[in-house]
């Protein structure tokens, strides 16, 4: 680090001035105490009642047909065409919970179907009134919850699948997936926001991992890749990983990134579950960005290739060759 | 370890007590941000007293309570642009007129008193990432501008802090060896 950059850093612990201190107590006396809550998620007591005198209507004949015609050795994650195999066996491999709970959110009858939570992710998967596909899916993408009590926001980056075809007429099967990028604990409440107030499902962690190290440090062009470890759950595999950039290796890449190929053991590309890079901080003099990948569960084998894209056109400039890494998921 | 998450959660339902302590985590931040945009202490305690007042008040529509720093910053730094302008139709003759610091022989400049001397838009990107510590992606949240952008910017930011330290340096050498090296 060059000494101006020190000499700036420094500046960081000087105190706040008194007159800065003064003001922001002056501010602080003016905001009223109490408040009305005029928050989104405000309550009406009236909901309660209001659930106790719809629920009776609420279970529909077409829901009701709809369960009869699932598989019986399926379930709701099964029936998602593009959702991963160890989520398509959860149930059966008892990872997932079946809830079978009915509610209306925004006028639409939508049954939370199953809840899956190993430690590497939680899916719940979702019947949706619906006249198409995208309808459904757009339901789903304003779905408001909380996990105890915090907004789902909070929690990590989502995806939403939904089948092309109706499970049954009127009805489209969907899956709901959260990348957690904090601890959850192993139980917690799930709240769905309804038209009526909030829904709660229980979510219990379920099944063993394993956790592996790789402990393997790469570098290249003031590039520091250290892969840490992967974790088996029941129903993914978790590969975390971290890189870190000299500064000025970070800026000499102009209009370019670094982005990593995910290569199963025949070199294809693996679809990843999840994958996230969080980070950015400058700490210890190089730019750290931590990344999770979620594997899907029957990769045996996986080779990570780093290499810089050109930003504008999404073109690859070079493999940073000495970066990659083969791990093996199933002796390592 | 304060769960910033939580408390943004409690104060939009009105709850003073972790209001404060929201703000009391980050009133060092928000002081550095308007200094890095105004002279005076008592200019960045106006900014950050109306500041404060804007964020309680908004806080409902703060939807992602894990941008709650970047969106107080950038809550602060308006306000500092909103008294400059103030400040501008009213602006004192002496103030004009006082230098920035006296020619009457060598002065070895802070790296403070370099940063005052940058453009803005670069002294703003070296303050909100070396002194702030806001990382690149708070960055572009804040500046609500490409990744790329926020590369190009502070590399011109530190090619210019770099050219202004190496005449420093120059100019201290000169002076240590009885030479003047700037001629009035």
């Known amino acids: 680090m060059e000494k101006w950059e020190n000499d700036l850093r420094k500046i960081n612990k000087e105190p706040v001035p008194k007159v800065v201190e003064l003001g922001i107590q002056k501010a602080l006396k003016k905001i009223p105490r109490k408040r009305n809550n005029r928050g989104i998620y405000a309550f009406v007591s009236a909901a309660l009642l209001f659930v106790t005198l719809i629920s009776g209507a609420l279970y529909s004949p077409v829901f009701a047909s709809t369960l009869k015609s699932m598989p019986i050795i399926g379930s709701i994650f099964a029936q998602v065409d593009t959702a991963d195999a160890g989520l398509k066996t959860s149930v059966l491999d008892g990872i997932a919970v079946t809830h079978g709970k009915e509610v209306m959110i925004e006028g639409k009858q939508v049954m939370i179907g199953e809840s899956m939570y190993d430690g590497s992710r939680l899916a719940i998967s979702f019947i949706v009134e619906a006249k198409s596909r995208e309808e459904a899916t757009s339901l789903l993408s304003r779905l408001r919850y909380k996990i105890n009590d915090i907004p789902f926001n909070g929690w990590g980056g989502i995806s939403i699948d939904v089948n092309e075809k109706e499970l049954v007429e009127g009805r489209f099967a969907g899956v709901y997936m959260v990348g957690p990028n904090k601890k959850l604990s192993d139980e917690f409440k799930l709240s769905v926001k309804t038209d009526n107030g909030f829904s709660t499902i229980p979510v219990e962690l379920k099944g063993d991992y394993l956790v592996k190290d790789i402990r393997k440090q790469k570098q290249e062009d003031g590039i520091y890749i250290s892969y840490e470890e992967f974790v088996k759950y029941p129903t993914s595999t978790v590969l975390t990983f971290t890189e870190e950039q000299t500064l000025d290796s970070y800026l000499e890449l102009e209009n370019q990134a670094i982005r990593y190929a995910v290569l199963d053991g025949e070199g294809k590309e693996v679809p990843l579950i999840f994958g996230t890079g969080q980070g950015g901080e400058y700490i210890n003099q190089k730019i750290q960005m931590r990344y999770t990948y979620i594997l899907p569960v029957e990769l045996t084998e996986v080779t990570i290739q780093p290499y810089i894209e050109n930003i504008s056109n999404g073109e690859k400039v070079r493999d940073l060759k000495e970066l990659k890494i083969v791990i093996d998921l199933v002796k390592e | ?184």
């Open chain 2, 1 to 184: 370890m304060v769960n910033i998450e939580k408390l943004v959660v409690k104060a939009r339902r009105g709850n003073h007590a972790s209001f404060e302590k929201l703000i009391n985590e980050y009133k060092h931040a928000m002081y550095l941000s308007a200094k890095s945009i105004l002279r005076s202490d008592q200019d960045c305690a106006d900014a950050i007293q109306e500041a404060t007042l804007k964020v309680f008040k908004n806080l409902h529509q703060l939807k992602e309570p894990s941008y709650f720093k970047t969106w107080l910053i950038r809550i602060v730094m308006n306000e500092c642009y909103t008294l400059i302008r103030k400040q501008l139709k009213v602006i004192k003759l002496d103030e004009w007129t006082e230098p920035i610091y006296e020619d009457s022989g060598y002065h070895k400049m802070e790296v403070k008193q370099m940063l005052l001397n940058m453009p803005s838009e670069q002294r703003e990107i070296l303050t909100l990432f070396y002194i702030v510590g806001l990382s690149i992606k708070e960055l572009t949240e804040l500046m609500n501008i490409p990744e790329n952008t926020v590369k190009s910017r502070m590399h011109r930011a530190r090619q210019k802090m770099k050219t202004l330290w190496m005449e420093q340096e120059e100019e201290e050498l000169s002076w240590k060896n009885g030479k003047m090296i700037y001629e009035k």
